[in-house]
């Protein structure tokens, strides 16, 4: 048990992204952790590395949950700077609704910058499945 409070939104949107039950990109997936690509690119191939299991948020992590995590961080930044040369990468991690987390289910945020740096923080148009598997296909081969 921890003190965070986290946003309802059940049925978890991530969950049923994993396991089918609506359409959503992912590119890559294994035991403990997948790497997804949202609709709202919040940068240059913004993505998502989640948990394959349902965990609310950083503290509710098991330990091999962690490392797999991190370990696809690392190689979704790499896949990034690899196929969009851009000169950052940003990475950001929300938990609990007072720091802005807005789905309740462990995920981090890998985005090459935009233009001016950093990444768009307003609002930002949906993609349509379409454009996020071409975002995956992009990137797929460097992962």
Not at 17 to 33: K, Q, S, V
Not at 97 to 121: K, L, R, Y
Not at 126 to 138: F, H, K, N, V
Request: proline letters at 6%; charged letters at 20%; glycine letters at 4%.
């Amino acid at each position: 048990m921890n003190h965070l409070v986290v946003p309802e939104a059940y049925p978890c949107a991530f969950c049923d992204y994993l396991r089918g039950a609506r359409p959503f990109t992912i590119l890559y997936r294994e035991d403990l952790a997948a790497v997804i690509v949202p609709r709202e690119q919040r940068g240059v191939s913004h993505l998502l590395v989640v948990t394959t299991r349902h965990a609310p948020t950083l503290l509710d992590l098991r330990e091999a949950e962690s490392y797999a995590v991190i370990n696809l961080l690392r190689r979704a930044a790499k896949a990034i700077d690899l196929v969009d040369r851009r000169p950052g990468i940003s990475v950001w991690q929300n938990n609990g609704v007072d720091a802005h987390q807005a789905i309740p289910h462990f995920h981090f945020h890998v985005a090459g910058t935009v233009e001016g740096g950093s990444t768009e923080w307003q609002d930002v148009p949906e993609l349509t499945i379409t454009e996020t598997d071409s975002i995956a296909e992009r990137l797929r081969s460097h992962f």
